[in-house]
Each structure stands twice: as structure tokens, then as C-alpha cells.
């Protein structure tokens, strides 16, 4: 009893790994800017049908991170990723993994929802018509349907398919952008603050989403929102001044954080 | 935090007496510099509505000037004569016509032959006889008499018979355009009080030209030659701008059809797939600069490596469109270029989350939310391109040609030049109207481009 | 670092409700304190007076319970403490639950002061252990509240391990009492009644290692709820310092 408690966080993390598969993993992944080094090193693994959230301040990293687990850093002409990052065991940075799969198998939700200017059906269609992954206007029908349905959107909008995407409200257009994600099965979705810009009850509505998705899928999302973390996270990882502080389960890194930088931040010290 | 600190932080608010006192005063500064901030205020939206009426009077005055002078231009003294066409004057052989079995070069050899004929014809007797019906001292004077129509109609007479020979013979009744002088003297653009020496026209003309109006045989009838002819320097009256148009019409077309293609692409490369290096600044610095070299430059370019290097003809709409069209270029990049700029980039990276290529992100979600500012700056590029004289003049475009261009290959001139080779007319009383003429042509042309620019940009934006 | 603190957010507000209930409590801990010395004063030496003061005083023990009680709700509430702070407020919510039965032992223990305070002399010489587990008792009850004062672990497991002595005390007044009332049946009813002040101060005891538990978990983030002398020694001690 006695020796369970000391060890406590790393009992925890045996008992999950034994859970759920390592998804994704970094090692000591570094991201530069031209010169500056934004990230130092970071080592993390990231298990299967999981919800992780990255806490920090601004300019920690966090987000830098985010973009490296999809690649979208390699849109940034002076960024520079060096270190491991697998995706079931092989690495995502190889020559020849092609980056177009990768994001098919690794999806993103953005800070600000951006459903493209085209009707809600085309937003959703894009993605599988791009990849082919459907064969007629039934099969179509059928992904696009059952992407609203699973990001709840559905009964809110299959009257008006054909009206913009850009019409629907704020919450409305970031789950229309996770059912864009999903509409091409990926096997993890990315999210960069995807509440920042909505209004407390959607929120809740995308949190709920986030719940009701990890049975299916790997998530990783950054958040400014602590409390959101805290909500919808299975485990909390906090970022400082490019570094990996703690990775540990929510229910500690909120009740009793290892690091005082994390406590710190985490009770409103800094930040 | 000890107790100490949480007693220094209530020192630390100051008395409410003093706060109460401090925001009376600072309320009163606030009124007191309230009426000097209005009145500034007012000042400022007094300057900027002076800068708005002066600009708007100046484009009034402007379009009131061209209008007033212009308007005229476009009605014409014309006579209308019942002309005779006597086949005693006309005497000419049957048109030719094909022969079976004839080859083509004797048949154009015969058809040759006969246009000799025909032009060894005087129509100017015709046109006297005609006159002479309501003139019957005409004969008598034949100089004065031939003044009254323009020398350009004897050619148009020839022109209606070589057409249809069957008219010989028959009397029609048509309307000759009167000569400019003639047309100058009866609008008045001309001090009818100077001394015979100094008129254009003889005494006998003069009277003649004002009772044939008085007898309504002269008339300003709505002028088709200043669309329909080319430029004449013999025949004033019956010069055109058909030329003139056809070649800025192909300058216009060449240019749309290679500047806006080839910039629209170059920006797109540049804004949304070159790397950014050195190389990619200096070009873009370039594009810039060239945007900022003085239209000139660029004829002089035109002229040494087009027509010196190239062999192209001189005074072509060709290498006017090919001039033009390296000057539009830039406006064209950077337009297209910042217009790219402005297109939010999360929706490059939405298209590229879900895994669409670089150059599926581009063309499938970019560029139809660009077009809209795309077509607007080509299209004020080329509107630009229109109204350019400076580099036309050093191909050789400022030459004088009478004929309208069949082809770009052709010799030609464009309408900012016919402005500029008319204003500098030496019939000054009848030009100063055809100038501005042209002129009000040009700004239509320029006004239905921007029309068409603004009507685009909201028939593509409505869309979404 | 074995401490914790409470102070230095960015919210200088937050700080000081923070630091608001921690001397709320420290107040509430030193008035029980206070309580249990003067019941066991009046107690011992028979003073109904002094008695009646710690009755009429437990009120205000109690209203002090409801006031920390509200505060922590409302910083639960507006403030969504996370972490040090959250674990504070929880211990604190916790701890006046005890402070508040310490204040009701307090209160036991001057009714059955007044009840004895017409004995005779005689009896005084009994009192004896009383003074002993009482002089234990107040000294753990200080040295409880110091080791939250100072959100000191260390400190709390010394005052925790105090329980032990005062268990003991407790069972040598129950042995003695025993003895007593085979040498005199006729003092069976008062020895019966100063039985139960011994209890009292035994749970208060229980009462004041539950306190330094909650200390604990306060500065280390651990549960040592339920756990014996032993086990809370290893606990703490084998906490990695950060």
C-alpha cells in the first residue's frame, strides 16, 4: 500500500500503456526558425484513442509542436524539424512517406474555424473526393451524412446542405471543420485552440464532441483554456519556453503537479 | 504575503476626498478641451470636404470643357445633293467578271485595268453638277463651288460605282460631307468679322456655304466618318477614328491576352510557391521598380529590341500590344500579388489539413477567391495600357496612316495618339473639336473597362 | 521544498482571499486552542466561571466554521483554483470541519467541569493525568497549527506522531480511573464523568492529526488519511523533494 502511493504517477502510466498502443511518439524533437531554436528537444508518446491536451504560455511551443505531429510546419519555408516523430512506428518525416497521406491519417482543426466558401456539402466532400475515397454520389452522400452525424451537426443543418458553410455560426463552422477532418478517417485529429474563438456554450458542445470522438480517434489538442485541459484531457502536457515540462494524467497535473513551473502556471502564477 | 503587505496595499489607496476632488478637476480639463478637440475636429472634415470639392471641380471642369467642345465634333456639316451620275462623264467598260477557265492573275489583271479606268474618271464634275441644280452660278465659279464639299467625297462617289457600275445613269440623292473650312464657318468657330485675307474662304463660298444652310442643303447630320474613316490629312473632313481604334483595340487584345496570362502566373508562383530567398526579394524589387519606370522607357525598349532586333514592323499594333504589354506586367504582379496576400491563409491551411497538395490548395481554393481582385487589377492594367501614348510614339506609331489595320502586322496608330497628332492639327478651328471628339471615344472605352472591372468583381463576389 | 505557499499570483485578489482563509483558519485553530486549554483549566481546577465562558464561547467556533466555510465555496466558485491552491482549499475545508469537533470536545469537557466543580479537595490529586495529557494536548494543537502556518510537511508529521502520546496519556487515565472506582464505588458516577473528559481529549488528538493529515496533503498532494505512525513517517519522508 505503502510503496503503491509513492510511485503512484508511473504505476499509472504502466497500467495505460497497457491500455492503449503508442499512436504517435517524438524523440527529442527539435523545431528551429532560421536560427532561432523554438523547440528543445521534445520526447513525448501519444497512445492510441486518447485525449492529450498541451498547456503553456504564448511562444512556449506548444502549438510548434502540434504542427510537427502533421507536418504543417513544412509550410513555413524557414522552419527546420530535426528528431524522430513516428506514426505507428515509422517515422513521418521519411522521403518516402508522402505528406499528403500523412495528413489524411492526421487531421487538424484549426484555432479559427475555416470552412471553405463553398456549400456545407462541398466543404465535407472535399476531403474524400481529393483522396478518392469514394466511388459515386451514394458512397458520398453516405461519408458526408455520416461526418455531420458524428460531429453532431447533422439535424442542425441536412435542410440546407447547399447553403455556405461560411453562413453557420461560430460553433456551427468549427464542428463543420472537425467533420471536414473526420470526413477522411483519420486516425488522428489535431486541434490548435479550437474553442478560442466560441462562446462558452459552444465550447461545451465541441468539448462533448472531443469526448464522444476519442473512442474512435487519437486527439491531441492545444489549449489556452486551462480549465479545458482539465475537462477534456486524459493527459495534460505543459510546455515552457520550448520545453517539455510535465506529461503526466490530467487528474494529477491539476490536483499535484511535479514541477513548480507547471504549478506555477497552472494556479495563475505566471503566464 | 505577510500582514504588513496587505496594510501597505490600503495605504496605498489614496483618500476618497482627494480622488472625488481630483475627478471634479479632471472633468473640468476634459470640458474645458472638449470645444478645442470639436472645433479641430470640424477643421479637419472641413479640409478634407475642400480637398473632395476642388478634386470634383476640377474632374467637372474637365468633363464639362471636353463635353462642350467635343459633343459638336460629332455632328457634321453635310450636304445633301441629288448627284447624277452621267454615263458621259463615267465612261468605262462593263465590271469585269470571272470567266470560266480564267486564271486568277489575268482576271486580276482585267479588274486592274478597269479600276485604272475608273479612276481616271472626274467625279469632281459630277459633284459641280450636282451643285450647279442648286447653285446655278457654280459652273461659273469652280473653284469656289468645289470648296463647299470635301475633297475625301470624290473618292466615295468612285467608290459607290465601283461597287454597283449600275448606278451610272441614275440620279441619287446623297449627303456629301461638307468641307471643314465650310463646316468651321458654320458653327461659328471661326471670327466671321476677320478681313477676306485672313479667311479660309473665299467671299463667294462663304455667302454660298450660308444659303445653302439657309436653304437647309446644309445640315449637321450626326458624323459616321469620325467612326467609319480612318485619319486624312487631303480630306479634313471626312478624317476618322477607325484606325485609330482598330489599333488600340489589338494593342488592348494583345495585351490581355499576353500580360494578364503571363502576370497573373508569375505572381501566383511567386506569392504562393517560390521560396523565399535573395533571389525571390531581387525579383520582387524589380517587379516593384518596374512598376515605377517611366512608360518611355519602356517604348524605347520596344523599339531597340522589337523592331531592331525582332524585325518586327514599324508603327504595328504588335509591337505596340508587345510594349504595352511589358509595361502592364508589373501592375499586373503586383495587383495579383497583393490581392493573393489578402486571401486569408487559413483557408490554405484548412485545404492543406486535410491533405490537399500545394498546388491543390492553390487552384482549387486561392484562386477562386482572388479572381474577383485579379480581373479588377488586369483590367485597370490594361485600362492603363489604353490611355498610353509616350511609348507608342517611339515605334513609330505617331506616323500618320490612313488606312484602318487589317491585321497587327499593319501600320497603325492608337487613340491616345490620334489626340495627340490631332491636337497638333494646323486647322486648329476644326480639330480642337475632333480632338476632344477622340478624347470622349477614349473615355468611354476607359469608363465601359472599369465598368466592366466593377461589374466582375461583384458578379464574383455575390457568389459567396 | 517540503513547503507550499499561497501567495504570489498574478491576481493580487486571489492572493489575499487566499491568504483570507489560511489566518481565517489559523484564528478558528488558536480560539480552539484556547477553548480546550481554558475547558481543561476549568476542569481541573473547578472553576464554573471559566466553564461557562468556553460554553457561551463555542458559537462563535461555529460561526467561524459556516464564515471559512462560504469563503472556500466562493474562491471554488470565482477562482477554479487548480493544484497548491485547490489542495488548500479542500485541506481548509476540511480541517475547521475538525477544528469545529475540537470545539465541541471543549465544550463536553467544561459541561462536566461545571458538573464536578462542587467536589471536594480531596479529589484534586486525581487531576493529576489530566494535566499531563492536557499540557500534551495543547502542545500537539500549537504544533499543529505552526506546521500549517508554515505549510510545513516535516512539521505536521512531528505534530501527527504527537496522537501517540496523548493515545497513551488516555490509556493510563482510563487504567488509573479503573482503579479508582474499585477503591470507592461510591465515586463510580464522577469517575465515569472524568472518563469522558479523557475521551475528549483523545479525540480531540484524532481531531488534530486529522488536521496535519490534511497539511500534508496541502504541501505534498498526498491522501495519508488512514494510514498508521509507520506508514505516515514513510510517506512523507520518502516524498521526492522538488
Known sequence: ?271 | MTPSDSEQTKTQQPDLMDLAQKRDLMQQRVAASLKRRHASEKRFRLYGMAAVTVALSFVAILFITILSKGLPAFWQATLTLDVYFDPEIIEIDEKPVRQPGESDGAFQQRMLAWQTDLGFVNFNRIILNSLAEVLPEAPRYQRDAMRLVTSGERFGLRQLVEDNPAIVGQTLRLKLLADANVDVWLKGNIDRSLPDSQQQLSARTRAWADELAERGIIRNQFSTALFMNADSRSSLASAGLAGAFMGSLMMMLIVMFLAVPVGVASAIYLEEFAPKNRLTDLIEVNINNLAAVPSIVFGLLGASVFILWFKLPLSAPIVGGLVLSLMTLPTVIIATRSTLKAIPPSIRQAALGIGASKVQSVFHHVLPLAIPGILTGSILGVAQALGEAAPLLLIGMSSFVASVPGSPFDQSTALPVQIYLWQGNELRNFFEARTSAAIIVLLALMISLNALAIWLRRHFETRW | ?242
Not at chain 3, 475528549?200 to 492529526?209: M, S
Request: hydrophobic fraction near 40%; proline fraction near 3%.
Open chain 1, 1 to 271: 500500500m505503502n510503496t503503491m502511493q509513492v510511485s503512484f504517477g508511473e504505476k499509472k502510466d504502466n497500467a495505460a500503456q497497457a491500455e492503449h498502443a503508442v499512436k504517435m511518439s517524438a524523440r527529442d524533437v527539435k523545431v528551429f526558425y532560421g536560427d532561432n531554436e523554438a523547440l528543445h528537444g521534445i520526447n513525448m508518446d501519444i497512445l492510441e484513442n486518447e485525449v492529450i491536451a498541451f498547456i503553456g504560455p504564448s511562444g512556449c511551443g506548444k502549438s510548434t509542436f502540434l504542427r510537427c505531429l502533421n507536418r504543417m510546419n513544412d509550410t513555413i519555408d524557414t522552419a527546420r524539424v530535426t528528431g524522430l516523430v513516428t506514426l505507428d512506428g515509422k517515422d513521418i518525416y521519411d522521403r518516402s512517406l508522402d505528406v499528403v497521406q500523412l495528413r489524411a491519417q492526421v487531421g487538424m482543426v484549426f484555432q479559427k474555424p475555416n470552412p471553405f466558401p463553398k456549400s456545407i456539402f462541398e466543404n465535407i466532400a472535399y476531403g474524400p473526393r481529393l483522396h478518392g475515397l469514394v466511388d459515386n454520389k451514394r458512397d458520398l452522400d453516405e461519408v458526408v451524412e455520416s461526418s455531420l452525424r458524428r460531429a453532431g451537426l447533422w439535424d442542425e443543418v441536412k435542410d440546407r446542405l447547399e447553403a455556405p458553410g461560411t453562413g453557420l455560426s461560430g460553433g456551427q463552422q468549427q464542428r463543420l471543420c472537425i467533420a471536414r477532418a473526420i470526413a477522411v478517417s483519420p486516425e488522428v485529429i489535431l486541434m490548435d485552440e479550437p474553442c478560442s474563438a466560441l462562446d462558452p456554450i459552444a465550447t461545451s458542445i465541441i468539448e462533448e464532441l472531443i469526448d464522444e470522438l476519442k473512442g474512435s480517434y487519437t486527439i491531441a489538442i492545444v489549449t489556452h483554456n486551462m480549465q479545458q485541459a482539465a475537462r477534456v484531457s486524459d493527459k495534460t502536457a505543459f510546455f515552457h519556453l520550448g520545453n517539455l515540462v510535465e506529461l503526466n494524467d490530467t487528474r494529477e497535473i491539476f490536483t499535484n503537479p511535479q514541477d513548480s513551473r507547471t504549478e506555477d502556471y497552472i494556479t495563475g502564477r505566471f503566464g
Open chain 3, 1 to 242: 521544498m517540503s513547503t507550499q505557499r499561497i501567495d504570489g499570483h498574478i491576481s493580487q485578489r486571489f492572493d489575499e482571499e487566499m491568504e483570507g482563509i489560511v489566518s481565517d483558519l489559523l484564528a478558528m485553530g488558536e480560539l480552539v486552542t484556547e477553548q480546550t486549554e481554558s475547558a481543561l483549566f476549568a476542569f481541573i481546577r473547578g472553576d464554573v466561571a471559566l466553564a461557562q465562558d468556553v460554553i457561551s464561547k463555542d458559537t462563535r467556533i461555529n460561526e467561524l466554521e459556516l464564515e471559512i466555510d462560504d469563503h472556500c465555496i466562493q474562491i471554488l466558485a470565482r477562482r477554479q483554483p487548480a493544484a497548491g491552491d485547490l489542495r488548500a482549499v479542500v485541506a481548509i475545508m476540511k480541517a475547521i470541519k475538525d477544528l469545529e469537533r475540537i470545539g465541541d470536545q471543549a465544550k463536553r469537557i467544561a459541561r462536566i467541569a461545571v458538573k464536578l466543580a462542587d467536589a471536594d479537595e480531596r479529589y484534586q490529586k486525581q487531576y493529576g493525568e489530566f494535566e499531563l495529557i492536557g499540557s500534551h494536548v495543547i502542545s500537539m494543537l500549537q504544533n499543529t497549527l505552526q506546521a500549517f502556518r508554515e505549510m510545513d510537511a516535516d512539521k505536521a508529521l512531528a505534530a501527527a506522531l504527537q496522537d501517540k502520546s496523548i493515545d497513551s496519556d488516555y490509556e493510563a487515565i482510563l487504567r488509573q480511573n479503573m482503579t479508582y472506582m474499585m477503591e470507592d464505588p461510591r465515586n463510580i458516577t464522577r469517575i465515569v464523568e472524568m472518563t469522558w473528559v479523557g475521551r475528549a481529549i483523545e479525540r480531540i488528538g484524532d481531531h488534530a492529526r486529522n488536521v496535519c493529515e490534511y497539511t500534508i496533503y496541502l504541501v505534498q498532494g498526498l491522501d495519508v488519511r488512514h494510514k498508521d505512525d509507520d506508514q505516515l513517517q514513510a510517506i512523507v519522508q520518502s516524498r521526492p523533494k522538488r
